[in-house]
């Protein structure tokens, strides 16, 4: 098993959703892996992929893709531990740990009964199952496991 660095833990919301996995994290590997593949087509290959479509239709929807792509790799989110966080602002979970003093939610006395968390119905399974395992497993043995799971089932 990898030694969990402070990083990995601290981008682990309280809810179990591995934010550097979001593509709205700032420090995930989706706006790593957007900066690096704008950087390769520069900022003129809109020209080129014009001349392109002529053999690659696909190339007709190179403004849409470039616009998508500068997107991700910019998002505005720093996970939700931070104060700088933009995902789900109906979410509650970040606010209530910190004012618990815990770092996940499988700690506090309340869990799974919560019903406080201002999750929506389709995460609330995932937020559940995910405090589950922390709690069972262990933490590092969680971040470990999040990396074989899909981030969007």
Do not use: H
């Not at 997107?71 to 995902?87: A, F, H, I, Y």
């Not at 309340?110 to 405090?131: A, D």
């Amino acid at each position: 098993m990898q030694k969990t660095t402070a990083t990995s833990r601290k981008l682990i919301a309280p809810c179990g959703l591995d934010c550097s996995r979001c593509v709205g994290c700032s420090a995930g590997k989706t706006a790593e892996n957007a900066a690096q593949i704008a950087e390769i087509l520069g900022p003129n290959f809109q020209n080129y992929a014009q001349r392109l479509a002529a053999f690659n239709p696909a190339m007709k929807n190179y403004p849409q893709f470039r616009e998508l792509l500068d997107s991700l790799s910019s998002p505005s989110c720093d996970g939700c531990r931070s104060e700088k966080r933009t995902c789900l602002p109906q979410c509650n979970v970040a606010d209530c740990v910190k004012s618990m003093e815990i770092e996940f939610c499988y700690e506090c006395a309340e869990f799974p009964e919560c019903g406080k968390t201002g999750l929506p119905e389709v995460l609330l399974g995932r937020w559940q199952q995910n405090n589950e395992i922390m709690k069972d497993r262990g933490v590092d043995a969680y971040i470990e496991l999040q990396s074989t799971r899909p981030r969007y089932p």
